[in-house]
Every structure is written in C-alpha cells, then in structure tokens.
C-alpha cells in the first residue's frame, strides 16, 4: 500500500515539474516604437526580448501609447526623501529600495548613485551600503554603478556648487582605490577638475580599470583640458552648470569642452539649470550620439510640492512645476525632476525627434558604461521596458517593466 502511495507521489511530483519541460511563458507589449512611432509588439521570455513584430494598429484604447527602452540616468544623488551624499546623513539599504521603486515610477531602469564630495569615511560607509543594494536581487539590476562626483574637483566658489569645501582635496590613488574596494569595485565613473594636481596620472589609473572620467566642477585652461582628454578623460559632466556666474569671455570651460570632439557631455535637461538656448547650442554641437541627458536629482525629487527645511535648517521650496528652491536666496537648490523631464524638454526645445531623445536618455549611457543589453528594444536585450503617453510635450509613464517584469503600473 505504502509502495503504490510513493508511486503516485513520485508519478505527481515527476508530472508538474520535471518531465516534460515547460515552453518559458512569454509575454507580449505593444505600442508605438520609440523609434518611428508604429505601431509593434514585443514578445518577452525570461526577462529578455526574443522578438518585435510590426502590427497593422494597436488596441484602440491604447492607440497613443509609446513603447521606448527605459531610461538609464547615470547622476542621482538621490530621491524621495532620501539621499545619498549630503554630508553626514546616512541612509539603509532599505532606503535605497525606495529610490529604485520611485524611479520606475519615473521610467527609469537603470541608474548610476552618485556621491559627492564627502569625508573618506562618509565615503566608504556609503559605498558599502549601496553596494549591498546593488547586489539586493530586490533592486533587480536596476543600479549599474556608482558615479563618485568629487572630491577631487575644484575649490574655487562657483565652480565647486555645492560640494563641501572642507572636503575637496587633490586626487589621491590609494584612497580612491580604498574607496573601489569599499564599492565592490562598482565605480563606474569619476568625475574630477583637470586643473588639480596630480589628475592627469589618475586619470589614466581610471583609465586602465575601465573607470569613465568625466571633467566637472572645474576651471581648466584649454591646455589642461586637452591633457585630460588626452589620458582618457571621456565626458563633460553637466555641462553648462557648476561654473561661475562669471567667467572669462574667451578662456573658459564651455568653449573647450564643447570644441573638444572626443568629449561627449551630460546636459541637465530639466528646463531649470540650463536655459533653452544653451540646451539647442550644446546639442547642435554635440549631437544625439554625443550627449547624455541626466538629472542630477537629489532628496526633493518624487516627493510633494511645498515647504521643507533642509540639514542646515533652511527653507526650500519645491515648486508645483518641480524647481527646489532655496527661499531665502530665491536662487535654484538642486534638481528634483526625474530625467524622464528632462528627455521630453530636450525634445521639445531642439525639435530632435523621439528616437534621438531615447539616444540620449538611455542608448548613450548604455554604451559609455559597457551595459550591453540596455538602452535599446531588439531581440537578446534585458526587457527593461517603459509604456508611456505624450501629454503636452511630457513624458507620462504608464507601465514600467525590468528583466520582463512589471514593477510598475500607473492604473494601480
Ligand atoms: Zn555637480
């Protein structure tokens, strides 16, 4: 009796998961591609593309509903309350959970956490906490790497922003690798000042682990910005901001960086930190392949539109249209808008088309930072996937999907 009980049991267990192999589910999306607007669907099996067909025309209920590649940011500082690099505050593993699940509310899929300019040992905890995130299978691959901005960068007021004087300092090989190891060696790019002593030999040290040098925060001569380039130095970052509010009319940062070919830049297209016109020149000069639109979005971005005290105890404000401002000084206090903003903005004020805006929200970065099966839709690539409609010349996502997965639905 027992035998025949086995039998069946092992007749059951045998039956539902082992002889005969299940077909992997697949599922299909479909909208307007990114690239020409038609209409497609996408066919999805563990987690990657197998397939995009053209379709004659959509469900009608969805016949304005995009399909693009999510987008890749690679300069966050922070979001929803939390961030990662305002002097001594410190923050969870759990707290950077909440940044992934705000940004696939916002579209964007994979992402860079940036640190500034901070202490070593603000730096190291840091990096330890984000880089047990990345490794949490809960961020499902979302975080692609670290991008450290400073603290080897400028001291000079203007050029510096907002980094902490007290805690710039000249680049320093042992501790940056200090800092790689503290990462889990998940630096992905470096972003530092020309001018400082002893950049340009760490410069090439990044180089040879593979490392994106971006030139930021600083006042370089044209010479010292050719030297950069020279030894790798690969991307402007933010171009336009961090600078003075006066600069020299001939010998400043912009001309050289934007006559410098082999220097793609990031922009900060959120339509508070650069003005249109600076937004249509850059990209005339750069062009789709050679820009990145980022965000540089920090603690205020994601959360309501009011009144809140910063660690310093000042007011800031955070403007119905998404401008952080510092009340007292009535000047600008950072970025809170996703790059999903600043993708549509740069569309709007260039009049480049869907397809080069999705080049510069997420092919570009993908590229730049080795992620290969990112930053475009065709069979083999993760399905990092966003749904979304264009709403007066904004992005309103509807459906965010990562490795296939939905993770998040604005009907929900
Ligand atoms: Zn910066």
Same mark, same amino acid.
């Given at each position: 009796?027992?035998?025949?009980?086995?039998?069946?049991?092992?007749?059951?267990?045998? %039956?539902?998961?082992?002889?005969? *192999?299940?077909?992997?589910?697949?599922?299909?999306?479909?909208?307007?591609?990114?690239?020409?607007?038609?209409?497609?669907?996408?066919?999805?099996?563990?987690?990657?593309?197998?397939?995009?067909?053209?379709?004659?025309?959509?469900?009608?209920?969805?016949?304005?509903?995009?399909?693009?590649?999510?987008?890749?940011?690679?300069?966050? +500082?922070?979001?929803?309350?939390?961030?990662?690099?305002?002097?001594? =505050?410190?923050?969870?593993?759990?707290?950077?959970?909440?940044? &992934?699940?705000?940004?696939?509310?916002? /579209?964007?899929?994979?992402?860079?956490? =940036?640190?500034?300019?901070?202490?070593?040992?603000?730096?190291?905890?840091?990096?330890?906490?984000?880089?047990?995130?990345?490794?949490?299978?809960?961020?499902?691959?979302?975080?692609? %790497?670290?991008?450290?901005?400073? *603290?080897?960068?400028?001291?000079?007021? /203007?050029?510096? %922003?907002?980094?902490?004087?007290?805690?710039?300092?000249?680049?320093?090989?042992?501790?940056?690798?200090?800092?790689?190891?503290?990462? /889990?060696?998940?630096?992905?790019?470096?972003?530092?000042?020309?001018?400082?002593?002893?950049?340009?030999?760490?410069?090439?040290?990044?180089?040879?682990?593979?490392?994106?040098?971006?030139?930021?925060?600083?006042?370089?001569?044209?010479?010292?910005?050719?030297?950069?380039?020279?030894?790798?130095?690969?991307?402007?970052?933010?171009?336009?901001?961090?600078?003075? +509010?006066?600069?020299?009319?001939?010998? +400043? *940062?912009?001309?050289?960086?934007?006559?410098?070919?082999?220097? @793609?830049?990031?922009?900060?297209?959120?339509?508070?930190?650069?003005?249109?016109?600076?937004?249509?020149?850059?990209?005339?000069?750069?062009?789709?392949?050679?820009?990145?639109?980022?965000?540089?979005?920090?603690?205020?971005?994601?959360?309501?539109?009011?009144?809140?005290?910063?660690?310093?105890?000042?007011?800031?404000?955070?403007?119905?249209?998404?401008?952080?401002?510092?009340?007292?000084? &009535?000047?600008?206090?950072?970025?809170?808008? *996703?790059?999903?903003? /600043?993708?549509?903005?740069?569309?709007?004020?260039?009049?480049?088309?869907?397809?080069?805006?999705?080049? @510069?929200?997420?092919? &570009?970065?993908?590229?730049?930072?080795?992620? +290969?099966?990112?930053?475009?839709?065709?069979?083999?690539?993760?399905?990092?996937?966003?749904?979304?409609?264009?709403?007066?010349?904004?992005?309103?996502?509807?459906?965010?999907?990562?490795?296939?997965?939905?993770?998040?639905?604005?009907?929900?």
């Amino acid at each position: 009796m027992k035998g025949i009980l086995y039998f069946f049991l092992l007749l059951f267990i045998t %039956g539902s998961f082992g002889m005969k *192999p299940k077909k992997p589910a697949t599922q299909e999306i479909e909208g307007l591609f990114y690239y020409d607007q038609t209409p497609v669907r996408i066919e999805i099996a563990e987690g990657k593309i197998i397939r995009v067909t053209r379709i004659k025309a959509l469900q009608p209920k969805d016949k304005d509903l995009y399909i693009g590649p999510g987008l890749i940011d690679n300069q966050v +500082n922070g979001y929803t309350g939390v961030t990662f690099s305002l002097g001594d =505050t410190r923050f969870t593993a759990e707290d950077v959970q909440k940044v &992934n699940k705000a940004l696939w509310q916002a /579209g964007v899929t994979s992402y860079l956490p =940036t640190l500034r300019t901070n202490s070593k040992e603000n730096l190291l905890r840091n990096l330890a906490v984000l880089k047990a995130a990345k490794q949490d299978p809960a961020s499902r691959g979302s975080i692609a %790497g670290f991008h450290l901005e400073g *603290p080897y960068i400028s001291p000079e007021d /203007g050029y510096r %922003g907002a980094h902490t004087l007290s805690y710039v300092r000249k680049p320093d090989w042992n501790e940056f690798m200090d800092l790689y190891e503290a990462s /889990g060696g998940n630096i992905v790019q470096v972003t530092l000042a020309p001018e400082i002593e002893g950049v340009l030999p760490f410069i090439k040290q990044c180089r040879e682990k593979n490392i994106i040098v971006g030139l930021g925060h600083h006042n370089a001569s044209i010479k010292q910005v050719t030297e950069a380039v020279d030894m790798g130095a690969g991307i402007c970052t933010h171009l336009g901001n961090a600078m003075a +509010n006066t600069i020299k009319r001939h010998e +400043n *940062p912009l001309w050289s960086q934007l006559s410098e070919d082999r220097l @793609m830049i990031s922009i900060i297209g959120d339509g508070f930190h650069l003005l249109p016109e600076e937004i249509r020149v850059f990209y005339k000069v750069k062009g789709p392949l050679r820009t990145i639109i980022t965000s540089d979005v920090d603690r205020y971005a994601g959360m309501k539109p009011g009144k809140y005290l910063n660690a310093e105890k000042d007011t800031i404000e955070l403007t119905p249209d998404g401008a952080v401002m510092y009340v007292a000084r &009535n000047s600008l206090s950072g970025s809170a808008s *996703p790059v999903t903003k /600043g993708v549509a903005n740069v569309m709007k004020v260039t009049g480049c088309t869907m397809a080069e805006a999705f080049r @510069m929200g997420s092919t &570009n970065a993908a590229r730049l930072y080795g992620l +290969n099966d990112r930053g475009e839709l065709r069979p083999g690539m993760r399905a990092d996937i966003i749904l979304f409609k264009m709403e007066d010349d904004k992005i309103h996502i509807k459906k965010t999907f990562v490795a296939g997965e939905m993770v998040y639905d604005s009907d929900k």
